[in-house]
């Protein structure tokens, strides 16, 4: 043995048989800071699995936890003109879009899409915060009238999912015109007696407040959202009065009768199957997707194991 064998070559065989851990393995809490196993994280719905804590989650990954097995179809939606004011601020509009799209993967800040949620027939649309911030623009506008018309055209209920930090200011006017035009979108479903869900999730703020996502039948939101149409400091600076703690969240809102349910949004989906097939006048859903029982009169016409053998 000598320094060679002893030193050198462990140190070498070491080096090169370490294994790099990818970076994204694990991910910190925001609000209690615990290391979440990025599996489990991603089984539990993003929800912190010690404090509770909701984090953000994309359209599509909400999208495989609420519908049957994951499966659903996407609508497509008629794309607006790119760039129609030829807006600039420190990037131009197009080049925001582009990363926007290359950040999240997606097309743009709503995903339509019609599925199945405890064999119960649904069009559901989601917005998506990271991109640009979830911002209600033309593209928005024209996902939420084609959601209302495939749910008209197909009788079924509609569910939406709220993220946003308001109106786009890269489309300027624009963009508040969404407001009357998804107000429109809600109309068409109201007049076609079918039920209109909207689930708010953190933060819901500005126009999006303003229109569509008030407009519900029922009103459900994750806990701790915020929800509201001007931010509590702007509030507090232009009343100059100090807010009450907790003021414009879900919690809140809830007891002050803005909301009907505030649902963990682990058990979103139950709540939501149950929601809509009570609103379709339909009965509740099976657990587990199994065969109905037999009904008691049928259990007693049935011959017993005693009467059998007689």
Not at 15 to 42: Q, Y
Not at 153 to 175: D, H, N, T, V, Y
Request: proline letters at 6%.
């Amino acid at each position: 043995m000598n320094w060679i064998t002893n030193y050198v070559r462990p140190r070498i065989n070491s080096i090169f048989s370490r294994r790099e851990v990818p970076e994204n393995l694990w991910h910190k809490c925001d609000e209690c800071g615990t290391m979440l196993f990025h599996r489990e994280l991603a089984e539990n719905q993003n929800v912190c699995t010690q404090c509770d804590h909701h984090m953000a989650i994309t359209p599509r990954e909400r999208f495989m936890h609420l519908f049957d097995g994951g499966i659903f179809t996407e609508v497509a939606v008629p794309a607006p003109k790119d760039d129609p004011l030829h807006f600039r601020d420190q990037k131009k509009y197009p080049d925001r879009m582009k990363a926007a799209q290359k950040k999240t993967g997606e097309k743009e800040a709503m995903l339509v899409a019609t599925g199945e949620i405890g064999r119960t027939p649904i069009v559901a649309a989601a917005q998506d915060f990271s991109f640009m911030g979830g911002s209600m623009g033309m593209y928005v506008g024209n996902a939420i009238i084609a959601a209302a018309q495939e749910a008209v055209k197909l009788k079924r209920p509609l569910i939406l999912f709220s993220a946003a930090g308001g109106a786009r200011m890269q489309e300027g006017i624009l963009s508040l015109m969404q407001m009357p035009r998804t107000t429109v979108a809600v109309e068409m479903l109201k007049e076609a007696n079918l039920p209109y869900i909207v689930v708010l999730t953190h933060p819901t703020t500005g126009g999006v407040t303003a229109s569509y996502a008030m407009l519900g039948d029922v009103h459900i939101s994750e806990p701790n959202a915020l929800i509201c149409f001007a931010g509590p400091r702007v509030i507090e600076q232009t009343i100059r009065e100090k807010l009450p703690e907790g003021f414009q969240r879900a919690e809140y809102l809830l007891d002050h009768g803005m909301l009907d349910r505030v649902t963990k949004r682990t058990e979103m989906r139950d709540e939501l199957i149950t929601i809509t097939r009570m609103l379709m006048n339909q009965p509740p859903a099976v657990k587990g997707d199994l065969p109905a029982p037999e009904t008691v009169a049928a259990a007693e016409d049935s011959p017993t194991e005693e009467a059998a053998e007689k």
